[in-house]
Every structure is written in C-alpha cells, then in structure tokens.
C-alpha cells in the first residue's frame, strides 16, 4: 500500500534552516509528481511546493526563493529545504503523492520562533 512518512521537523529560530524528507514505498516512485503543503493552527490546509517526475518545480509565492524542493528517486524520497525560515512558516509540514487519490503522510511539525 501506498506511505508517504515525514521526518525533520523541529523547532528553528527565524532565519534558521530546516530539510524536511519524506520517504515514499508502495508505488514507483520515479513516475509520479511529489508535493509538500503545510496547515498552520487554525488555517486550512495549502500548496507549498512540488516536483515532477520529470524535477519540474512549482512553489507557492510565500515561500519562492526560501524553499526548495528536490527528489531521489534511488532513494523513494524527496525533501524540502528550508531557509530564511519566518515565523509564518510555523505549520505542520506534509508530503502528498496523488494516486487513485491523495495519500498523505502524519506531518512533521516546523516551528519558527521570532
């Protein structure tokens, strides 16, 4: 069955640093799109970052220049490197593969002290 896990997440100053991975199995990986969102408290759930089979990336604006996304296909996992954190980018951080639907990870939480 499809598992997405999520690991790296902890508590960071701003201007800090993070990578989040996340460890895919149970489909091929090197033939499917990645994504990370994010869901601050109290906010709903939004795109952060994605990348394609092909290492196409798509950022949402807030986060263009701080973030990047990158994959490992020997590895089934992707990452997303995090810099110049701000405390906005304080949320639980989750990778997503869209099969016959989307599979979700539990989330790794970031939070970004001021």
């Known amino acids: 069955q499809v598992q997405v896990v999520e690991s790296g997440g902890g508590l960071v100053q701003a201007g800090g640093s993070l990578t989040l991975s996340c460890a895919a199995s149970?489909?091929?990986?090197?033939?499917?799109?990645m994504s990370w969102y994010r869901q601050a408290p109290g906010k709903q759930r939004e795109f952060v970052a994605e990348?394609?089979?092909?290492?196409?990336?798509h950022y949402t604006d807030s986060v263009k220049g701080r973030l990047s996304v990158t994959r490992d296909d020997a590895k089934s996992t992707v990452y997303l490197q995090m810099s110049s954190l701000k405390p906005e980018d304080t949320a639980v951080y989750y990778c997503?593969?869209?099969?016959?639907?989307?599979?979700w990870g539990q989330g790794t939480q970031v939070t970004v002290s001021s």
């Open positions: 997503a593969v869209l099969g016959d639907r989307y599979y």
């Open positions: 149970g489909f091929i990986f090197s033939t499917i799109a």
């Open positions: 990348i394609t089979r092909g290492g196409y990336v």
